[in-house]
């Protein structure tokens, strides 16, 4: 058996079983071939394995050299599960001590190899990553014009004599910027917490969510210019005779805007997003527990900040139910407390908004405008989407 077949025995033992995510080019097979990528036992000069695992995988940054030798066996398999596959662009070594010149010259004679090795190994989805600055000089062009999809933005280093932090910065920046869905999530993720920031701006932009999300679970058809929103409150909303004054209720001593900024930064230096996604058993509340809350937050406002009947009577309360998805998926109507309480207080009318989706008017009374009255008591659960 020829040293050639068994590195490729070797290789082919970690193919992924599905299709490949990323195909990782390097440039060729080490002289000394016992160094090979795919052998579970180097303990030398093995560069590109130690910077790849440190940048595809958060543990193994946390492995000095030889724990991470080691522990080669395991994570070649992790590799291989992840749908990561490396093959070399040039199937013979490089002459020792090869001028730049030499080895592109021996990488374009193995270029239509590559390119069809490469069509065979991947599909439409699977990213492409050349590694050193040779195979990327040499191959990009060739590839891209094979119609594979070759993610490197500019050479990726390879890791050793001092260009580990090259390399390590560049391969993570172009695998992370090559993930459209977790490019989707980050965006995603610094809009809410531009959303969520301190500021008056920010607070105006928070209340016409909850005013649009609640009339459209109503049914009504609108313009945006149909909300006017004063520059000084009460009210924070105006809308056919509707004077909103909009409170949130949420879970106690939960930090939104901490939760948010901190899943932005795993966002941020995650590789893939799938490390994104997180369990949870969603619940649903009961309407009794929705309405316990609402009818506290409205007694302290009556008490504290809207003291005068006045201005409760010409007020029309709109609370945003956040408690999390994991505390309350969904409101369970499992019938109605006594609001005996809240309509001493005096509002106007009293409605809440849970998620995007379900919203109820509590009472309206009767001088409130007709389509807060039209719908009062019915728990609205709408198929809008947020």
């Known amino acids: 058996m020829t040293m050639t077949r068994t590195l490729e025995d070797a290789r082919r033992r970690y193919l992924p079983n599905g299709p490949i995510d990323i195909l990782f080019i390097a440039e060729a097979p080490p002289a000394e071939r016992s160094r090979f990528f795919y052998f579970d036992q180097v303990d030398r000069h093995d560069w590109l394995y130690l910077g790849l695992m440190r940048v595809l995988f958060a543990d193994a940054c946390d492995l000095d050299v030889e724990q991470l030798r080691r522990k080669k066996p395991d994570y070649l398999e992790r590799f291989r599960e992840r749908g ?25 004679k193995s270029l239509d190899a590559l390119v069809a090795k490469t069509r065979r190994l991947a599909t439409p989805s699977t990213r492409i990553v050349l590694i050193s600055k040779s195979v990327h000089e040499v191959c990009s062009t060739p590839l891209k014009a094979a119609s594979v999809n070759v993610v490197n933005t500019e050479m990726i280093d390879f890791p050793a004599c001092g260009r580990q932090r090259h390399f390590t910065r560049k391969l993570r920046r172009d695998i992370q910027e090559s993930d459209a869905p977790l490019q989707s999530a980050i965006r995603g993720l610094e809009a809410t917490v531009r959303f969520f920031g301190a500021g008056k701006a920010q607070q105006k932009e928070r209340d016409r969510w909850v005013v649009e999300h609640f009339l459209r679970c109503l049914g009504l058809v609108f313009q945006p210019t149909d909300i006017e929103q004063p520059d000084h409150d009460p009210p924070d909303a105006r809308f056919r005779g509707a004077e909103f004054e909009v409170k949130e209720i949420q879970d106690h001593k939960r930090r939104r805007g901490d939760e948010y900024k901190a899943r ?18 969603p619940e649903s509340i009961s309407i009794r527990l929705v309405y316990q809350r609402i009818m506290e937050q409205a007694q ?11 201005i409760r009577s010409s007020l029309d309360l709109l609370f945003y139910v956040n ?3 994991a505390t309350a998926w969904d409101i369970l109507d499992d019938g109605r407390p006594d609001i005996g309480d809240l309509l001493k207080q005096g509002w106007r009318s009293v409605s809440l908004l849970h998620g995007a989706r379900t919203a109820c008017v509590l009472f309206a009374s009767n001088v409130a405008p007709g389509f807060l009255r039209s719908v009062e008591g019915r728990l609205i659960v709408t198929d809008l989407n947020e």
């Not at 893939?272 to 058993?281: I, K, Q």
């Not at 302290?300 to 006045?310: C, D, G, H, I, Q």
């Open 84 to 108: 990561y596959y490396l093959i070399d662009a040039s199937d013979e070594p490089m002459p020792a001590r090869a001028t730049p010149s030499q080895k592109q010259a021996q990488l374009r």
């Open 264 to 281: 932005l930064a795993k966002a941020r230096t995650a590789l893939r997003f799938d490390e994104l996604t997180e369990s949870f058993s």
């Open 300 to 310: 302290k406002l009556a008490m504290e900040k809207y003291r005068t009947e006045s």
């Open 323 to 325: 408690l999390g998805m």
